[in-house]
């Protein structure tokens, strides 16, 4: 039997027990579904990913996409697979069904995806875009846009892609330079280089449609005169047909570590006559339209470090309970069998790592997930704020802690199976290379750790972090009530009041002292913050477990929710004290790194 | 220009200022060495890693070696390297002349093979094992196996290798099962399979050396039933040419994640009519033999580690200064030009902790072989059993704190570069890929751990503890002297008193306690010791740097020295804070992962 890709129980144990995704199904969207259809399609996609993906998840790895100078080519088995994916209607599940989707609540669809994921990333990197391209266009297009746009994203005609680095400015929006002239007939002529752009060229789609930052002509400097632009390879008739190839040309791909079956590409727009491009919105406040992508692809890098975490963790789970080797210190008589590895301590803790690192981090992209929805679909206008504010807020740590710590899981995974891990006979240290991306695109840790720190605490009078607390503060006067939880979570209260007290230093200190010192360890206050969440993520699961536990102690599932248990409990023992670490630093307002002048290095 | 390999200055503060190797210059086997000749060892291996070495570095990783069923196939340029290597004389400096050495301090041949390692570490593998395998039979085979195997590896005729895992027995070798039967001539017919054999097949020498690892027929079971076997790939004749092809074939290459120059084989011992082999020393004492190579090996892949973390360290920095991106967040005016990199404090950060632990670990390596070259060579006979005592305790350390903490250093050499760091266009991709493979082979970090806390702690009444616990003590009382270090004295001295009382009640438990428990964390006790010891080379630094500020304040050295300084300071802020946390799991027999059930998972 080979390993499996993800472990279902806890799939379902995330969906229905600690997300209630059932106490949604009440909206109107969603009054077509219930445990059962949702229950459905994680067969489907289940069965999908185990057919079609998981066999070439492998090969893709040494037969990477190349370009032959006039198209890209690659192993057939990734549009089998797409295929598969859109003929089971499983492209865009969340979607309108005027659209082509079938509403399924945004945590069915992320756990639906989270198969597809595990076993073939880099072919869902390229539906992940699509559907948050769509995603913008549907918020911020024209209704002809949307038209013309967004259905066929939806059913899987034409692909998306978000273009905005350049290869003078490459998280520096600001600096970026690609013009924008605008013509008679109320379209643009787009001229300039842009890098980095995943899913950028390749045949796998009709068409390709770019959503491409520029700087309309006379705009201001900075980022106050950006402007969002849909550029298509191909231009479209009336009638939806194909029509005149753009002029949007594939300048190379980029030999990446891993990765490989989604191609990262440098793009020329307007070499010729300059491209054709559709203002989305207004000229100038593209940058603020572009985050309605960036912050759902944030979610989405978040979440495919987790679930990569979780595949990883799976995987050497399975081998450390066949692999025999050693024995126990306990037990030296070399003539006894060896056990296997999962009884070694040491396997035990790397294993208790993963599942703590990749689950908690896994928890997180759901509950972001959870307030994505909620913040488009939940009944009252109320409501809809909170989620909007609470997501806002999370967003930096959703994106930055699993794709920390997911490259962490990987590197454990590795370390169990030990020289088999680091080859490719099995999967993991593909999976550690894969995971490697996720803290660099979509804006690197550091600069996550800048928009918490400097803009999210503050904006809003400390909105956001308010409501962040609170809803920790909530968690902990639940566990509070749960005997064997009381003590985890004074723990969990005294980092928070850890995390306050040194918050509110900060932001006095903004006041006080220069800002470069202020921000300097900004990393170290998401690391706290990250692990604080995260912590929260297992009390939160620590709860229902124990709930689930006093109910019915001898279910079948106790040993489950043990488990869960003891993941908590190795959270807050190995990892969270950490926080006292940082917070340290934090309220020395450290300057090592600051004042390290460029010529001692 | 491109990037520089190594930073020259540092290595000569390590070599001429920290560990002064031109004390030792002094014995009899060195005196014809001074300052000039090692500087000149050092211009030559500069110039070939930079002449052979480096054009090749990337190639190897996409063309890899093959196997095409007869012979291993790779780019001709490793043996042109290897090649230039041997022409210098450089193949093994540090060997005895009548053997083909030059007979240079080790200090000095390891800064030699620094540049080496850092421009092909996998094609310096080669070289490596080979002088490890000659050094073994040096010390323990009989002046016969001497002539016939030392001097041809010395030259580079031959090869060496180290045969020890096997496919049901990775790092159990008490459950190895290739057999030796005796003949009546002296030697022995070996059969087995053996797996992970690096530089296990290739065509780059005359012959192929291993040293393999197997039970004489009716030998006791376990490790003291092992014995030791030279079984080289060509028998020789008496006048040292090749005669028959032994009964060695490769039964295939393994596909690594990294260090794809050095073949890593699975080989089969005696498929026909059993493969010739000659034993080293007596029966059953093997294993005792091979920990002369083993203990090399784990020193030599510290280095590895520490060398591929400097390298990655050097060329992030060199790119630091010169890609402008973005500015500070005191300086928010779009229309001021962006700033190099290296201005942003986190970038700062992401160099100053690579240089912390590359530095940090590669001294502690320099420290480990003038121990090695100590234990041979010093003086009197006191000094020479000294420096045993302190290496064998130190040995887990070297090995494990450089692979585990080498990985971390180019994880940030990657980020520093952000998306330029995940694609092969620059190397740094490479390097976290190669050094990967450090914290598994020759023993992986948790085999360590319970090698320092169950063994090299306890054994011999803690005399290598006590001696590893005194030189520190030295150091601290060096620094308590100079003003601007003696409250970094005062802080690792509260570190080593944790360590101790840590120490002492682990021990303590062992006596009490269930064994399994005592060990249950003894990772934690590694990451420990070694952040203790790492601290420890980084004051020792700082007092080398200090005193060289106070005797001539503005010296041209004075940046290089302000940025030892600052390092250090930065290990102490942001490092050695953490071996409080790990007491704390310690000191509380956290059994959390031992008492996980399997079934919990």
Known sequence: MPAPLLDRRDLEFMLYELFDVEQCLSRERYSDHNRETIDAALDVSQAIAEKYFLPYRQKVDTHQPTFDGEKVQMIPEIQQALDAVIEAGLASPGADYELGGMQLPALATSAVFAYLNAAGSTTMGYIGLTNANANLIEAHGSEEQIRTWVEPQRTGRFAGTMAMSEPGAGSSLADLTTSAVPQADGTYRITGNKIWISGGDHELSENIVHLVLARVKGAPKGVKGISLFIVPKFLVNEDGSLGARNDVQLAGLFHKMGGRGQTSTALNFGEKDGAVG????????????????????????????????????????????????????????????????????????????????????????????????????????????????????????????????????????????????????????????????????????????????????????????????????????????????????????????????????????????????????????????????????????????????????????????????????????????????????????????????????
């Open 278 to 601: 559709y203002l989305v919105g207004e000229e100038n406040r593209g940058l603020m339209y572009m985050f309605h992508m960036m912050n759902e692809a944030r979610i989405m890098v978040g979440t495919m470090a987790a679930t990569t975490a979780l595949c990883g963790y799976q995987y050497s789970l399975d081998y450390a309970k066949e692999r025999p080797q050693g024995r126990l210190p306990s037990s030296k008589d070399p003539l006894s069998p060896p056990v296997n590895i999962i009884e070694h301590a040491d396997v035990k803790r790397m294993l208790l790592a993963q599942k703590a690192y990749a689950e908690g981090a896994y928890a997180l992209c759901l509950l972001g997930t959870q307030l994505a929805d909620d913040e488009r679909t939940a009944p009252t206008e109320a409501e809809r704020a909170t989620a909007h504010e609470l997501l806002d807020f999370l967003t930096p740590i959703i994106k930055s802690w699993p794709s920390e710590y997911g490259p962490k899981a990987n590197y454990y995974a590795i370390q169990v199976l030990g020289g088999s891990g680091y080859v490719n006979e099995h999967p993991v240290e593909l999976m550690y290379r894969d995971n490697r991306l996720n803290p660099i695109h979509e804006g690197t840790t550091g600069i996550q750790s800048l928009d918490l720190l400097a803009r999210k605490v503050p904006q809003n009078k400390l909105a956001g972090y308010r409501a962040c607390l609170q809803a920790i503060g909530e968690t902990i006067s639940r566990a509070q009530q749960v005997a064997e939880l009381s003590a985890f979570a004074g723990e969990l209260q005294a980092s928070v009041d850890t995390l306050n007290s040194t918050t509110e230093f900060l932001l006095g200190s903004m006041l006080e002292q220069d800002i470069d010192l202020v921000l300097a360890n900004s990393v170290k206050y998401l690391d706290m913050f990250g692990h604080v969440v995260i912590a929260w993520m297992w009390l939160k699961q620590a709860i229902v477990a124990a709930e689930a536990l006093a109910n019915s102690p001898h279910d079948a599932d106790a040993a489950f929710y043990r488990g869960k248990l003891q993941a908590m409990r190795y959270f807050f023992r190995y990892e969270l004290p950490e926080t006292e670490v940082w917070a340290q630093l934090l309220r020395r307002l450290d300057d090592t790194c600051l004042g390290m002048h460029n010529d001692w290095f």
